[in-house]
């Protein structure tokens, strides 16, 4: 196995992609330091707490339960050392806007039976489907997803032409989700998941119905503690690997190339060997690299298409709301107007499709005793404008608009109240057009379509995170870590 063993290295910022990189990097013997801009580590999994809640502001679905323990697996670590996992069943609920509700459950005989009771025949439709997708899975992840396919070239390859043989890769989601259900209400089930990806099912590409393998058979968890609580598990990890975390400290420019970086921050400057950037992307580019080190100009940024933003409540409120679950989404029965309100029209929907999450359900240590801790997340289009008198109107919307379908009135009984949108994206993680997520995976956007992980113009160089390969999603920013940390080393490892 090479070996880093001399070189330094400076990581940029302390999203999952750079606390992966990390990890591995220290492991390899580098001497490692990372920066992050903000008072605490974990990027978008930052935690807010505020009169004893404790709200995870970022992601809060702990799904791919094999990656964290590969991640893991790789330091002969396993991810209940540092944390606790419970299964969670109901996996989610469903609410939709006609007054329908179904639960998605780990029994797959009773959501074969809540398929059925949509569509005859609709329960071995589903099987087949999974099965298609555990297929999609288990060769996509190992071909397509763990392994960096940078170029063109690397995929017509005889060996990745056997691997897809049969792997839905070409057409869209919907195109995919239509072969199998009729009814619309089957097709969002087996749709909703894309909002993770950043996409719609007109644009996302069919390969990631792979997703409903996580989803329905691999299981939803919750990690103890949040997942502020595996955040807080990497970084004791990379302790012990040796790695340094250095928070509050915004980076300002990166100079130089391999074996003499300078990186600037607005309290210090630190040399290194080597730099990994796990910040927004063209935030690095265009903010912290010279007009002469960037591989691409401002029209690039500008013309690709981003992920959702989002509007985001935190509450904490007086009592149960024992209508939710853990997850609970509410669906419009149409839900193309949303969609086509973050892709192609982009406004504020009035009818909007979105997500409760509610941790005090299953963790008693999110809320003080007789509250429950809850957020919802609407997905917007990213780039709008949410001035104050915006965001009331749309408090106001939201909080009658889950009165109304989710049968939970928020109104008399929150104690704690905080919104995060398209501004508090841009200005605490530098995100463009304040996405929530980073490059949408669009067809267009999609494995050699997306950024590399090693810089075209500085030597030395690298990134990690949801704008490069494989993507978006904490598991995915994992994997993003191992594969930097692996050009790393072949680049640069003895």
């Given at each position: 196995?090479?070996?880093?063993a001399?070189?330094?290295?400076?990581?940029?910022?302390?999203?999952?992609?750079?606390?992966?990189?990390?990890?591995?990097?220290?492991?390899?013997?580098?001497?490692?330091t990372?920066?992050?801009?903000?008072?605490?580590?974990?990027?978008?999994?930052?935690?807010?707490?505020?009169d004893?809640?404790?709200?995870?502001?970022?992601?809060?679905?702990?799904?791919?339960?094999?990656?964290?323990?590969?991640?893991?697996?790789?330091?002969?670590?396993?991810?209940?050392?540092?944390?606790?996992?419970?299964?969670?069943?109901?996996?989610?609920?469903?609410?939709?806007?006609?007054?329908?509700?179904?639960?998605?459950?780990?029994?797959?005989?009773?959501?074969?039976?809540?398929?059925?009771?949509?569509?005859?025949?609709?329960?071995?439709?589903?099987?087949?489907?999974?099965?298609?997708?555990?297929?999609?899975?288990?060769v996509?992840?190992?071909?397509?997803?763990?392994?960096?396919?940078?170029?063109f070239?690397?995929?017509?390859?005889?060996?990745?032409?056997?691997?897809?043989?049969?792997?839905?890769?070409?057409?869209?989601?919907?195109?995919?989700?239509?072969?199998?259900?009729?009814?619309?209400k089957?097709q969002?089930?087996?749709?909703?998941?894309?909002?993770?990806?950043?996409?719609?099912?007109?644009?996302t590409?069919?390969?990631?119905?792979?997703m409903?393998?996580?989803?329905?058979?691999?299981?939803?968890?919750?990690?103890?503690?949040?997942?502020?609580?595996?955040?807080?598990?990497?970084v004791?990890?990379?302790?012990?690997l040796?790695a340094?975390?250095?928070?509050?400290?915004?980076v300002?420019?990166?100079?130089?190339?391999?074996?003499g970086f300078?990186?600037?921050?607005?309290?210090?400057?630190?040399?290194?060997?080597?730099?990994?950037?796990?910040?927004?992307?063209?935030?690095?580019?265009?903010?912290?690299?010279?007009?002469?080190?960037?591989?691409?100009?401002?029209?690039?940024?500008?013309?690709?298409?981003?992920?959702?933003?989002?509007?985001?409540?935190?509450?904490?409120?007086?009592?149960?709301?024992?209508?939710?679950?853990?997850?609970?989404?509410?669906?419009?029965?149409?839900?193309?107007?949303?969609?086509?309100?973050?892709?192609?029209?982009?406004?504020w929907?009035?009818?909007?499709?979105?997500?409760?999450?509610?941790?005090?359900?299953?963790?008693?240590?999110?809320?003080?005793?007789?509250?429950?801790?809850?957020?919802?997340?609407?997905?917007?289009?990213?780039?709008?404008?949410?001035?104050?008198?915006?965001?009331?109107?749309?408090?106001?919307?939201?909080?009658?608009?889950?009165?109304?379908?989710?049968?939970?009135?928020?109104?008399?009984?929150?104690?704690v109240?905080?919104?995060?949108?398209?501004?508090?994206?841009?200005?605490?993680?530098?995100?463009?057009?304040?996405?929530?997520?980073?490059?949408?995976?669009t067809?267009?956007?999609?494995?050699?379509?997306?950024?590399?992980?090693?810089?075209?113009?500085?030597?030395?160089?690298?990134?990690?995170?949801?704008?490069?390969?494989?993507?978006?999603?904490?598991?995915?920013?994992?994997?993003?870590?191992?594969?930097?940390?692996?050009?790393v080393?072949?680049?640069?490892?003895?």
């Open positions: 196995m090479k070996s880093l001399g070189e330094s290295v400076v990581v940029v910022g302390s999203g999952f992609g750079g606390l992966s990189t990390a990890c591995y990097l220290a492991d390899a013997g580098a001497e490692v990372v920066i992050e801009k903000n008072e605490q580590l974990g990027g978008r999994a930052s935690v807010l707490e505020r004893g809640f404790r709200f995870d502001m970022g992601p809060s679905w702990y799904l791919m339960p094999d990656v964290f323990e590969r991640f893991f697996g790789h330091f002969d670590r396993e991810p209940t050392e540092y944390y606790g996992l419970e299964h969670l069943d109901p996996h989610y609920r469903i609410f939709f806007k006609d007054g329908d509700q179904v639960d998605i459950t780990r029994d797959l005989e009773r959501t074969k039976q809540v398929f059925e009771s949509y569509e005859t025949g609709a329960g071995a439709a589903l099987e087949r489907y999974l099965d298609k997708s555990e297929e999609n899975y288990d996509g992840m190992e071909h397509f997803v763990y392994e960096d396919r940078a170029s070239r690397d995929f017509v390859d005889i060996d990745v032409a056997r691997q897809a043989r049969g792997l839905s890769l070409l057409g869209s989601m919907q195109d995919h989700v239509e072969r199998y259900f009729d009814h619309p089957l969002q089930i087996m749709q909703y998941t894309l909002v993770f990806l950043g996409g719609s099912p007109k644009n590409p069919a390969l990631y119905n792979l409903s393998h996580v989803d329905f058979n691999l299981g939803v968890w919750y990690p103890e503690g949040g997942m502020g609580g595996v955040v807080d598990g990497i004791e990890m990379g302790e012990e040796g340094e975390f250095l928070v509050d400290e915004p300002t420019e990166i100079k130089g190339r391999y074996g300078l990186v600037e921050t607005d309290r210090d400057k630190h040399l290194a060997d080597i730099v990994v950037s796990d910040a927004d992307y063209a935030h690095t580019e265009q903010e912290l690299l010279p007009p002469e080190k960037r591989q691409y100009s401002a029209d690039y940024w500008e013309s690709r298409t981003y992920a959702p933003s989002a509007f985001l409540m935190y509450m904490g409120v007086e009592g149960d709301v024992p209508a939710l679950e853990h997850h609970t989404l509410v669906l419009p029965t149409d839900w193309n107007q949303h969609f086509d309100q973050i892709f192609e029209e982009p406004a929907p009035e009818n909007p499709a979105y997500y409760l999450c509610v941790p005090s359900k299953t963790d008693d240590t999110v809320a003080p005793e007789g509250y429950s801790n809850l957020f919802v997340l609407v997905p917007i289009a990213p780039g709008l404008d949410d001035d104050e008198e915006i965001r009331e109107w749309y408090r106001e919307l939201i909080l009658d608009d889950i009165a109304e379908f989710a049968d939970t009135d928020l109104r008399d009984r929150m104690v109240e905080e919104t995060f949108s398209v501004s508090e994206f841009t200005d605490r993680y530098n995100s463009m057009q304040g996405t929530a997520l980073g490059m949408a995976h067809l267009r956007q999609t494995a050699m379509f997306r950024p590399p992980h090693r810089s075209k113009a500085v030597d030395g160089l690298y990134f990690t995170g949801s704008y490069t390969t494989p993507g978006i999603g904490v598991p995915m920013c994992l994997i993003s870590g191992d594969i930097t940390a692996d050009a080393l072949e680049d640069y490892g003895e």
